[in-house]
T-cell receptor
Framework: AQSVTQLGSHVSVSEGALVLLRCNYS??????LFWYVQYPNQGLQLLLK??????LVKGINGFEAEFKKSETSFHLTKPSAHMSDAAEYFC????????????FGAGTRLAVHP | GAVVSQHPSRVICKSGTSVKIECRSL??????MFWYRQFPKKSLMLMAT?????????EQGVEKDKFLINHASLTLSTLTVTSAHPEDSSFYIC????????????FGDGTRLSIL
């Protein structure tokens, strides 16, 4: 069965600092991995995804993530945080069961300070 | 592309009322739609999965007679919360995806349901 662990429910960075949000997964099959962002009272917006191919995936808003099979990780990074990046971030893996259900991590709330 | 519209964005109603929430894929055919419930400061909890023209598949612990799901076309799914009570108050989010493996789910903006 698949599972996702996001280390750190809250991360706080200064504006302009590096953003690193950690995600580790467990999967018995080659995983499809996703990062989503959620702003208050809104749905989720896809930041980036990894299916196959290049392990460094670039997404929207300057975010990128690297799939590391040996470490079963898919950490999200951004070189320089903006105030507008403050939000909840969810890592997810597709279930190997039917319908391509998503298995979500618990989420990481990113705070950005001036 | 890949826009999902969810309506209404907010509903406030009396206990005992039934409430319908619509989820539409505006620019793609959604073979599968998902309905989630999100509690404050929590992750999303999958309630059910629906495929066009088929009965929804509900997750364990979700009452199918309480949360009626219809997926009548490739662009529309509805969730009806029947005889809603205050404990049904929550943030409900739908998502939709096409039929290719590995495609991401695209999410609506959610519906804040408040039962008085």
């Amino acid at each position: 069965a698949q599972s996702v662990t996001q280390l750190g429910s809250h991360v706080s960075v200064s504006e302009g600092a590096l953003v690193l949000l950690r995600c580790n997964y467990s999967s018995s099959v080659p995983p499809y991995l996703f990062w989503y962002v959620q702003y208050p009272n809104q749905g989720l917006q896809l930041l980036l995804k990894y299916t196959t191919g290049a392990t460094l995936v670039k997404g929207i808003n300057g975010f990128e993530a690297e799939f590391k099979k040996s470490e079963t990780s898919f950490h999200l990074t951004k070189p320089s945080a903006h105030m507008s990046d403050a939000a909840e971030y969810f890592c997810a893996v597709i279930s190997s069961g039917g319908y391509n259900k998503l298995i979500f991590g618990a989420g990481t709330r990113l705070a950005v300070h001036p | 592309g890949a826009v999902v519209s969810q309506h209404p964005s907010r509903v406030i109603c009396k206990s005992g009322t039934s409430v319908k929430i619509e989820c539409r894929s505006l620019d793609f055919q959604a073979t599968t739609m998902f309905w989630y419930r999100q509690f404050p400061k929590k992750s999303l909890m999958l309630m059910a999965t629906s495929n066009e023209g088929s009965k929804a598949t509900y997750e364990q612990g979700v009452e199918k007679d309480k949360f009626l799901i219809n997926h009548a076309s490739l662009t529309l799914s509805t969730l009806t919360v029947t005889s809603a009570h205050p404990e049904d108050s929550s943030f409900y989010i739908c998502s939709a995806k096409g039929d290719r493996a590995g495609q991401p789910q695209h999410f609506g903006d959610g519906t804040r349901l408040s039962i008085l």
